[in-house]
């Protein structure tokens, strides 16, 4: 859109407000129509679609198991980000007024970080292992470590895609934490991979995101992806 006419920036704000408007009333529309059916009968519903009896012994309780599964494995929707990485820590010594402040500039690395996700196109869950890189903003704060797991929780326990989890760990890192760069790395084996469709057993799909120096600077991101390899 041109930046020096105004009506086509109404006009587009517009379409995407009458875009948003429609895909509410489509939810809406459709959360009205299954009303009737709890979760847990929809999962009995799926019972029958896989010519199952429900009301069998072992399958009595499972509709209630599955539904408490789902929320277990999707509660990183009700967490936030910003206050997970809220506590931060200096790195010199501002008590010490003898001391030569020496804040800490370089690379931060926690590798292999385990997590499980759901892959949103199947519902079945992709695991592997997260690694996160960055490097203090000017500030110099960091942040604990075990902030950074959390962190990977908070998005992977959600419907993903692999993609979308690695840009999102990222981009918090870089927008709550300041931090001067960032990058990501994801290693995952996807059980709709797995286990149906093409059937590859071994396959292991990464994926990398970079914020900031780590996209600007090519030897910053050399550095971090050798300690990601080394050590
Ligand atoms: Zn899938």
């Known amino acids: ?9 109404i006009r ?12 509410w009333e489509a939810r809406e529309a459709l959360r009205e129509r299954l009303e009737p059916l709890s979760p847990e009968d929809a999962v009995r519903r799926l019972l029958f679609a896989v010519g199952e009896d429900p009301t069998r012994e072992g ?9 408490r599964a789902l929320l277990e494995l999707t509660q990183g929707y009700h967490l936030k980000p910003a206050e997970v990485l809220a506590t931060t820590f ?21 590798k292999d970080i ?5 892959c ?21 704060r960091v942040v604990g470590l075990s902030k950074l797991a959390r962190l990977v929780d908070i998005f992977a326990l959600r419907l993903q895609m692999q993609e979308r989890l690695t840009a999102q760990i990222a981009q918090a890192i870089k927008e709550h934490l300041g931090a001067a760069g960032v990058l990501v790395v994801i290693s995952a084996a996807h059980a709709c991979m797995r ?30 992806m050798s300690l990601l390899k080394g050590a």
């Open 114 to 118: 385990p997590f499980n996700s759901t």
């Open 195 to 224: 286990l149906r469709g093409v059937r590859k057993p071994n396959t292991q799909m990464v994926t990398s995101e970079v914020r900031g120096l780590f996209q600007d600077n090519a030897a910053a991101r050399a550095e971090a």
């Open 12 to 23: 587009h704000t517009m379409q995407q407000g009458e875009r948003r408007l429609a895909r």
């Open 120 to 140: 949103e196109h199947h519902l079945l869950p992709f695991l592997g292992e997260a690694h996160v890189a960055y490097i203090p903003g000017e500030n110099g």
């Open 59 to 67: 399958l009595h309780a499972t509709p209630g198991r599955v539904v």
């Open 1 to 9: 859109m041109a930046a020096d006419d105004p009506k086509a920036d």
């Open 90 to 110: 200096a790195t010199d010594d501002i008590e010490d007024p003898e001391a030569t402040p020496a804040q800490y500039n370089g690379i931060i690395l926690l």
